[in-house]
Nanobody, 121 residues
Framework: QVQLVESGGGLVQAGGSLRLSCAAS????????MGWYRQAPGKQRELVAT???????NYADSVKDRFTISRDNAKNTVYLQMNSLKPEDTAVYYC???????????????WGQGTQVTVSS
């Protein structure tokens, strides 16, 4: 059984910073892409950033130059450093990972449970 567990969310003032972590655990053979998504109240879930197992990154335009995604492959963990936070960044943040497990030919996408980030003005 694979689990993704996020941590690091909370309440911060506008202009502040937070660092989110997401650790994958369980019977894992390999992890391909990892990413962060967010969902604000009344809105659809949207991409924040993704990172390949080689370290190539992709960002939503709204977070470029403010957020940085990184990963530690030895720890099966992905991070999201969020700087210069704005009230519009308020959302539940979810991590995901494309993981291959034993006895399955194909990898599949796993999601974390989400962590709340609230930015006050």
């Amino acid at each position: 059984q694979v689990q993704l567990v996020e941590s690091g969310g909370g309440l911060v003032q506008a202009g502040g910073s937070l660092r989110l972590s997401c650790a994958a655990s369980g019977s894992i053979l390999s992890i391909n892409n990892m990413g962060w998504y967010r969902q604000a109240p009344g809105k659809q879930r949207e991409l924040v950033a993704t990172i390949t197992n080689g370290g190539s990154t992709n960002y939503a335009d709204s977070v470029k130059d403010r957020f940085t995604i990184s990963r530690d492959n030895a720890k099966n963990t992905v991070y999201l450093q969020m700087n210069s936070l704005k009230p519009e960044d308020t959302a539940v943040y979810y991590c995901n990972a494309d993981i291959k497990v034993p006895y399955n030919y194909f990898s599949r996408l796993y999601w974390g449970q989400g962590t709340q980030v609230t930015v006050s003005s």
